[in-house]
């Protein structure tokens, strides 16, 4: 079944705590990665591999440099997911 | 800025190592004559001819936050423990530029490694054969890259005047920390951040030295493994860990007020040009470092009261070392207690210099030199060259100006000695 927004923000949410160590209530929808998350751009390829991996989702590297916040993440993976 | 021949101290110091997690516990531990040897539990040794290792007393995942143990390789995990605790311990409370103490363009990191991160290698190539391309870490080559420590602890700092990482296997730390007395003296830098680490506890190592025979197989007691100088040694056993230290000139010490434990008097350096992995037997190589140390500092063979040896626990290498002193320091090898640390941490490969250079540095400000262990029956060339081993327990060290040496050598044929001296 797919995700909800609301699930793609908390799973992202976790990641980008297991990955950079930012707090969950941190990651919003308006959060830039590498502005405000502390995601850097190798740590944004884990972000990315552990979402594909979380949500049955490809997101080709080509994809990646357009998903600057939360926000694009999300609706790239509600528009994609499997 | 012209070249100089400034005196370098050393104001901080700091060690993670099988027997604690920083430089007080650990010179307790080998106060204490503890050995930090233990069996390797993990199933992967199960059936490998070495089991036994010095492994880390304090896991660096307890100390450093979790994205950042993610994104270093152990070594590098080592490297940053130790020199956070190295700077601090010299009274540095920011890092260069956030305060008038240091510029950063004055500020080096030397730290070496005499593998790199070989695990991280090993690791993620596990991870490309059972999970595939797309699993593998995007932080594999800043992880496994032999620059990594030296490069993170220079983020850490803010440091721009250089940083370096020597390599030559087991006399890497040792190196490393000769080249940041240099950059001192020649006026490249004022404050160096230097030492060694090393993480290379995984099977592949563990059985590629094995198959050298330069290890022991001493499984079935491991605190009796490592047993330099005793006739019934049977090779090294591997450690991990990192020992830093902060080396200043002295008018930059003096400048802020830094308390300094004492003065890194310079180096010896010399290569065998025998064999790529067997020590020299006469200690040629190793006589011709500790004449070059003679000749270029002004260390008197009368002074030195204590030497932190190479000593892995390897039959020929602790013989051809008590050899070349011999030959160097004359008679005057008679009043240096010996201590072979490594009969306690195990050998920490290019960590083992750091360390070391932390040890002999202890040594010097308690006036106390660290025991050796396991010498049940001392090898009679040791007597023979008029060497005098600390065995049982620690020894005090005379009071007064005095000396200490801290050799270390490395596959390949590297010989460094650094003198150090009370102030």
Redesign the interface.
Same mark, same amino acid.
């Given at each position: 079944m797919a995700a909800t927004q609301e699930e793609i923000v908390d799973g992202l949410a976790e990641i980008v705590n $297991?990955?950079?160590?930012i707090p969950v209530e941190d990651v919003q929808l308006d959060k830039s990665f590498t502005d405000d998350l502390?995601v850097d751009s190798?740590?944004m390829? $884990?972000v990315v591999?552990a979402a $594909?991996e979380r949500f049955d989702v490809k997101i080709p590297d080509e994809d990646v440099k357009n998903l600057k916040t939360v926000g694009d993440a999300t609706s790239y993976i509600l528009k994609h997911q499997g | 800025m012209s070249p100089t021949n400034r005196t370098v101290v050393v104001t901080g110091i700091g060690a993670t190592t099988p027997l604690g997690g920083d430089a007080a516990s650990t010179w307790e531990g080998l106060i204490a004559g503890r050995s930090g040897v233990r069996p390797l539990d993990d199933e992967r040794y199960a059936d490998l001819p070495v089991r036994i290792a010095a492994q880390i007393a304090v896991e660096p995942a307890e100390v450093l936050?979790?994205?950042l143990v993610?994104?270093l390789d152990r070594s590098a995990q080592f490297a940053l423990i130790a020199a956070r605790e190295a700077w601090a311990d010299a009274g540095y409370t920011a890092m260069a530029g956030e305060d008038e103490q240091i510029s950063p363009e004055r500020l080096g990191t030397v730290i070496a490694s005499g593998i790199g991160g070989v695990t991280t290698l090993l690791d993620q190539y596990d991870v490309l054969k059972e999970k595939g391309a797309?699993?593998v870490?995007?932080?594999t080559v800043?992880m496994l890259m032999p620059n990594s420590p030296s490069a993170n602890v220079g983020l850490e700092v803010n440091a721009r005047a250089g940083v370096h990482t020597p390599v030559s296997a087991c006399a890497s730390g040792a190196e490393a920390i000769g080249y940041a007395v240099e950059m001192i003296r020649t006026g490249r830098a004022d404050v160096v951040v230097a030492g060694g680490t090393e993480a290379a506890i995984h099977p592949l190592p563990v059985v590629a030295f094995a198959n050298m025979m330069a290890m022991s197989k001493n499984n079935d007691e491991p605190e009796k493994a490592s047993r330099p100088y005793d006739t019934g040694r049977d090779g090294f056993v591997l450690g991990e860990g990192a020992g830093v230290v902060v080396l200043e000139s002295a008018e930059h010490a003096a400048a802020r007020g830094a308390s300094v434990y004492c003065e890194v008097l310079g180096q010896g350096l010399s290569a065998d040009s025998h064999h790529i992995a067997q020590p020299e037997p006469t200690g040629r190589g190793i006589a011709a470092a500790l004449q070059h140390l003679m000749d270029d500092t002004d260390l008197k063979p009368s002074e030195v009261v204590h030497l932190n040896a190479h000593a892995t626990s390897t039959p020929q290498g602790d013989i051809a070392e008590v050899k070349a002193l011999r030959q160097i320091l004359g008679e005057d090898l008679e009043h240096v207690a010996i201590s072979a640390t490594k009969s306690m941490t195990g050998h920490l490969l290019g960590g083992a210099g750091g360390i070391e250079t932390v040890a002999t540095v202890l040594a010097l400000k308690h006036r106390k030199a660290p025991p050796t262990l396991n010498v049940d029956e001392l090898d009679p060339a040791i007597t023979e060259a008029g060497a005098d081993v600390v065995r049982g327990e620690a020894r005090e060290l005379p009071e007064g100006t005095v000396a200490a040496i801290n050799n270390s050598f490395g596959f390949g044929g590297h010989n460094v000695v650094l003198a150090f001296r009370t102030v």
């Open positions: $297991e990955i950079a160590g502390d190798l740590s390829v $884990e591999v $594909e | 936050p979790r994205p993610r994104k797309r699993r870490s995007p932080h800043p």
